[in-house]
C-alpha cells in the first residue's frame, strides 16, 4: 500500500493533522501517535529524518514549528517519501502564504483536502501543486 498515516505536530508534541490509510482504533492511533511523536522529537538534527518503528518506518522532517511525519511500509523509498513531505509543504506555502501552525489550525478542512487530494489509499497520486489547488480556488472562489 504504502503510506499508512500523516501526521503533523507541533514542537509540544500536540497533533495538528492526521490522516490514517489503515483502520487504527482510536485508542491505537492515540497510543501510537504518543509513541511516535515522543521517538521523533527527541532526535536531534544531526540523525537522520527514518525511524523504525513497530512494523512502520517513520519518515520525517521540521519545518519552523511543524513536524511533518509518515508513515509507511518497510520496503518504501524514504527520499521519496521526504520529496513528497516537501511537495506538501510547498503545495501548502503557495495556498496560505509560508504555511504555519495556525494555517493548519483555522484551516484543517483545506489541509485535509490537499492530502485528499494527494493522496488516496495510501498511494500518491497527484503531484502537480496546481491539480492539488484547482478545486480549493474554485471552493474559496464560490464562498
Given at each position: 500500500?504504502?503510506?499508512?498515516?500523516?501526521?503533523?505536530?507541533n514542537?509540544?508534541?500536540?497533533?495538528?493533522?492526521?490522516?490514517?490509510?489503515?483502520?487504527?482504533?482510536?485508542e491505537?492511533?492515540?497510543?501510537?501517535e504518543?509513541?511516535?511523536?515522543?521517538k521523533?522529537?527527541?532526535?536531534?538534527e544531526?540523525?537522520?529524518?527514518?525511524?523504525?518503528?513497530?512494523?512502520?518506518?517513520?519518515?520525517?522532517?521540521r519545518?519552523?514549528?511543524?513536524?511533518?511525519?509518515?508513515?509507511?511500509?518497510?520496503?518504501?523509498?524514504?527520499?521519496?517519501i521526504?520529496?513528497?513531505?516537501?511537495?506538501?509543504?510547498?503545495?501548502m506555502?503557495r495556498?496560505f502564504g509560508?504555511?504555519?501552525?495556525?494555517d493548519?489550525?483555522?484551516?484543517?478542512?483545506?489541509?485535509?483536502?490537499m492530502?485528499?487530494?494527494?493522496?488516496?489509499n495510501?498511494?500518491?497520486?497527484?503531484?502537480?501543486?496546481?491539480?492539488?489547488l484547482?478545486?480549493?480556488?474554485?471552493?474559496?472562489?464560490a464562498?
Amino acid at each position: 500500500m504504502g503510506i499508512r498515516f500523516i501526521l503533523m505536530v507541533n514542537k509540544q508534541g500536540q497533533t495538528r493533522l492526521a490522516q490514517y490509510y489503515e483502520y487504527l482504533t482510536i485508542e491505537e492511533r492515540r497510543a501510537l501517535e504518543g509513541e511516535i511523536v515522543r521517538k521523533c522529537l527527541a532526535r536531534n538534527e544531526q540523525q537522520c529524518s527514518f525511524v523504525e518503528h513497530r512494523n512502520y518506518k517513520i519518515v520525517y522532517r521540521r519545518y519552523a514549528s511543524l513536524f511533518f511525519l509518515v508513515g509507511v511500509d518497510n520496503d518504501e523509498n524514504e527520499l521519496a517519501i521526504l520529496e513528497f513531505i516537501h511537495l506538501l509543504v510547498e503545495t501548502m506555502d503557495r495556498h496560505f502564504g509560508n504555511v504555519c501552525e495556525l494555517d493548519i489550525m483555522f484551516h484543517l478542512e483545506k489541509a485535509h483536502f490537499m492530502l485528499e487530494e494527494m493522496v488516496m489509499n495510501g498511494c500518491i497520486v497527484e503531484t502537480s501543486k496546481s491539480n492539488i489547488l484547482a478545486p480549493i480556488q474554485l471552493m474559496d472562489k464560490a464562498s
